[in-house]
């Protein structure tokens, strides 16, 4: 009796030593298979996969903090947001900037969103917006010169941004010299700002101001052809007006305009 007992335990343990033999071979080839598909970089460090994967994650979430802190109207709220997005993120140049304009526009508050700005550039040295924002900061603390240089360096990273010509000017204009003021609110305005061209024609008696064309490879147009056609136009519109035009200049853009026939008489400018 003993005996058969025990014939039937080993064969027992038999069994369960196969199946278990048979599952070990069968996890180790899947797990093969799995390293073929990791990279050299996994094989080294076997938690860059799961960090990669971490990483990405918490930049999803990182965004949506960033977006949080935009839609509050609660200061204190939106710069928790926005400080919850940075642990997550800590290279979120976005999540300094716009925790600095809460703290400037919000909380009054020039110093510390002055850090905010500082920190976002030493993450980002080519942040249009950090060196604006920096600029408009110093710009109200009255630290002029520090501003103008800011907005010096915002240009740089944007040739085409013209608030920053617009409130480089500005700042030229309460340190007293207004012909620096004109030369930046003349840029601002040859760029599209339509306020700093208002500026000139309606304070400065600019006639009208050109807009500098924003395409590079563009061609330039010949200004000698250009008036030359607009000339031969007004004779022949001229001549449809019985030889005499009525001219007036229009407060609108500054050209000569005919009041019976509409014919453009241009502008001194464009000569």
């Known amino acids: 009796m003993i005996i058969g007992i025990i014939v039937v335990v080993i064969v027992v ?4 030593a196969i199946i278990l033999l048979a599952k070990f071979a069968t996890d180790e080839k899947r797990i093969n298979q799995e390293n ?4 050299a970089d996994d094989i080294s460090n076997p938690f860059a996969f799961v960090i990669s994967k971490t990483k990405e994650a918490m930049g999803k979430d990182a965004e949506q903090y960033l977006e949080q802190g935009d839609k509050e109207s609660d200061p204190d709220k939106a710069i928790a947001a926005y400080e919850m997005a940075i642990k997550l993120k800590p290279d979120l140049d ?28 030493s993450i980002n040295p080519n942040s249009n917006d950090a060196y604006f924002n920096r600029g408009c900061a110093y710009a109200r603390l009255k630290e002029f010169d520090k501003a103008i240089e800011s907005y010096k360096e915002a240009v740089k990273c944007n040739q085409y941004d013209f608030d920053s010509y617009w409130y480089m000017g500005c700042c030229y204009r309460d340190k007293g010299d207004e012909e620096k003021q004109i030369e930046c609110v003349k ?39 250009l008036l030359n056609q607009m000339l031969k136009e007004a004779e022949e519109k001229q001549r449809a007006c019985g030889g005499h035009h009525d001219w007036e200049m229009s407060h609108e853009d500054g050209r000569f305009y005919c009041t019976k026939c509409g014919a453009d008489g241009g502008s001194p400018w464009d000569c």
């Open 13 to 16: 343990i038999v069994v369960v």
């Open 36 to 39: 073929k598909s990791v990279s």
């Open 94 to 121: 976005m999540g300094y900037i716009n925790m600095g304009l809460t703290y400037a526009e919000k909380k009054q508050n020039l110093k510390k969103a002055l850090l905010c700005y500082e920190k976002a550039l």
């Open 187 to 225: 840029i601002a305005a040859e760029l599209g700002d339509e306020k700093a061209k208002s500026w000139l024609m309606e304070e400065k008696g600019f006639v009208s101001v050109s807009v500098k064309n924003k395409t590079k490879e563009e061609p330039r147009v010949d200004t000698t052809v």
